[in-house]
């Protein structure tokens, strides 16, 4: 049911939804994310799914997921980097090499082309781990 979802994630902290995850693992041997997934869809599934997780390191899966398969989804690069601070462009960097094992700096490098390359590129260029 939907509502029990927006209830238990939308009105619990991040500490309480790693509870929830771990107990109800311990319970029914499979994921919240997979009951998430299999239980709806869409732009609501990809928002429960987005609270399941630390932020930075759901942003470096979504910049993952933007830069793989044929052609990168430009839009999507645009949405996670362009709204963050240099601070948090670290964070999420950071949290991208230690789940990706390349640095952010590497894969806008191969992954992207032209002007915004570059624009990109100075972005996420100024801290050593990119």
């Not at 619990?12 to 107990?23: G, L, N, T, V």
């Not at 032209?114 to 972005?123: A, E, P, Q, Y």
Request: charged share 30%; proline share 2%; hydrophobic share 40%.
């Amino acid at each position: 049911d939907e509502d029990i979802f927006i209830d238990i994630f939308v009105l619990s902290s991040r500490a309480q939804i790693q509870a929830i995850k771990d107990e109800y693992e311990k319970l029914y041997s499979h994921s919240v994310q997979k009951a998430i997934e299999k239980e709806t869809s869409g732009n609501f599934e990809k928002m429960l799914v987005a609270l399941l997780h630390e932020p930075h390191h759901y942003l470096a899966r979504r910049l993952n997921k933007a830069f793989k398969g044929f052609g990168t989804d430009e839009e999507a690069v645009k949405r996670i980097l362009a709204g963050q601070n240099k601070d948090e462009v670290l964070k999420i960097a950071e949290c991208y090499f230690s789940s990706y094992g390349k640095t952010l700096g590497q894969v806008v490098h191969s992954e992207l082309s032209g002007d915004f390359r570059r624009v990109v590129s100075k972005w996420v260029m100024n801290h050593p781990i990119l």
